[in-house]
């Protein structure tokens, strides 16, 4: 998105966020796009889901946004970092939420439940195998949620640009959105809202 545009939507829509922002920032903890947390908070309103699963629930920032919808009953929160999860669990005491420190494709692999609601903020080289796994954890009206596909935009710009230690991501991700466009059983869109977020949905 356009700096100026980004600047206006976050003085709109996220003042009150700012003290988690710097907070992140000083600590350097990755949490998800202010913008992105509203989007999510906006869109699960209309869902209403019950049952919802975040791979890379960090220390719990896209949480607080997705614990904004009254309908949700469960709640499974996942992370491999022990230390943002323990932090996680401590700031959301709450009994609908289940937190497990467990790599993500390990749990989808495990569990044979369906959700309502995946968000996916996990490690973006392993996304197309995350996919392939959540296929089969959605049910018709379920949304997934893949963030950052846009690789800090690096995606929208041509290759000889891409930096060396981006270029394997930059295909992996590439390769993954192109197949998921041209998958006649999904419905697939990027917005460009932080660094892009990928919406999914089944076509039946
Ligand atoms: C961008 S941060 C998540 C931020 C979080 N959603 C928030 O807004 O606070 C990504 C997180 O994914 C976790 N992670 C990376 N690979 C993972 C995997 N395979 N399974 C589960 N968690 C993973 C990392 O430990 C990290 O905390």
Request: proline share 2%.
């Amino acid at each position: 998105m356009q700096s100026h545009i980004e600047n206006y939507l976050k003085s709109l829509y996220c003042e009150q966020d700012k003290e988690v922002i710097s907070f992140a920032r000083l600590n350097k903890i990755p949490i998800v796009d202010v913008l992105t947390g509203h989007f999510i908070s906006f869109i699960l309103q209309i869902l209403k889901p019950k049952v919802c699963l975040e791979i890379g629930c960090g220390i719990g920032v896209s949480m607080d946004y997705i614990l904004q919808t009254p309908t949700i009953e469960r709640y499974i929160a996942l992370d491999t970092n022990k230390a943002r999860l323990k932090k996680c669990e401590n700031k959301h005491k709450n009994e609908k939420i289940e937190f497990y420190n467990i790599d993500g494709e390990a749990f989808l692999r495990e569990n044979h439940e369906k959700f309502d609601f995946i968000f996916v903020d996990s490690i973006k080289s392993r996304y197309t195998i995350m996919w392939h796994y959540i296929k089969k954890r959605i049910c018709k009206e379920s949304l997934v949620i893949f963030d950052d596909v846009l690789l800090y935009g690096f995606l929208g710009q041509e290759i000889t640009l891409i930096p060396d230690k981006y270029l394997n991501l930059y295909e992996e991700l590439d390769a993954f959105v192109r197949e998921l466009r041209y998958d006649t059983k999904y419905q697939s869109f990027i917005l460009p809202i932080g660094n892009g977020l990928l919406v999914i949905k089944n076509v039946y």
